[in-house]
């Protein structure tokens, strides 16, 4: 089946510092995969995606680049704000079948401090 | 504005009593799904609905019923039978098959079992 692990966290961080966040999966067939947001007390939000092989996902000074030799879809920021304090959840979705649903990790806390 | 409602935020429940969860968009989505959130593994699936009528078990689909009578609404039921239903519950939609599209989420529903 369908998995998707990402690293453990808290990530805590300074303010301008450059933010790492590790994702590895494993799909069959040809998955899109997604990085989602969950700011405190809310609900997720799509923050980014890619859908094929080498696509880079961006938004909010984010980036992701779909790596299918490595099974991975990590999420950078060069300089990570307060404000970018949140749990992030990888998640990828199969392209194959009728079946439309998302499969998430567990998730990574960030913590930006001053 | 448009969006999902999800009600009420919290709520408590005493033990061997069954619970309905609102989930309501007006977004014009097809497809409505509802997650599970537990500290430490994530969003897990219980049950997503693409058409009005219609509707399938996600992973954790045992304890919990749905039904899809209306678009636009998508309530889940927590029954008896459900061993641990103390959780955060997210419902999500989208316009079609999430490969292409992003998921909508709630600001999700807090049930605690006393």
């Known amino acids: 089946g369908n998995s998707v692990t990402q690293m453990e966290g808290p990530v805590t961080l300074s303010e301008e510092a450059f933010l790492t966040i590790n994702c590895t999966y494993t799909?069959?067939?040809?998955?899109?995969l997604f990085w989602y947001v969950q700011y405190p007390g809310e609900g997720l939000q799509l923050l980014l995606k890619?859908?094929?092989?080498?696509d880079k996902g961006s938004n909010k000074g984010f980036e992701a680049t779909y790596r299918k030799e490595t099974t991975s879809f990590h999420l950078e920021k060069g300089s990570v704000q307060v404000s970018d304090s949140a749990v992030y959840f990888c998640a990828l979705s199969e392209n194959t079948g009728t079946a439309s649903k998302l499969t998430f990790g567990t998730g990574t806390r960030l913590q930006v401090t001053l | 504005d448009g969006g999902i409602t999800q009600s009420p935020k919290y709520l408590f429940r005493k033990e061997g009593q069954n619970v309905t969860l609102s989930c309501e968009q007006n977004l014009n989505h097809d497809a409505m799904y509802w997650y599970r959130q537990d500290p430490g593994q994530g969003l897990r699936l219980i049950y997503y609905?693409?058409?009005?009528?219609?509707?399938q078990k996600g992973d954790i689909a045992e304890g919990y019923s749905v039904s899809r009578e209306k678009k636009e609404s998508f309530p889940l039921t927590v029954t008896s039978a459900q061993k641990n239903p103390t959780a955060f519950y997210l419902c999500?939609?989208?316009?079609?098959?999430?490969?292409?599209?992003?998921?909508?989420f709630g600001e999700g529903s807090r049930l605690t079992v006393l």
């Open positions: 799909a069959t067939g040809y998955p899109s």
């Open positions: 609905s693409q058409i009005v009528n219609d509707f």
């Open positions: 999500a939609s989208s316009m079609g098959r999430v490969v292409t599209g992003e998921l909508f």
């Open positions: 890619a859908t094929k092989a080498d």
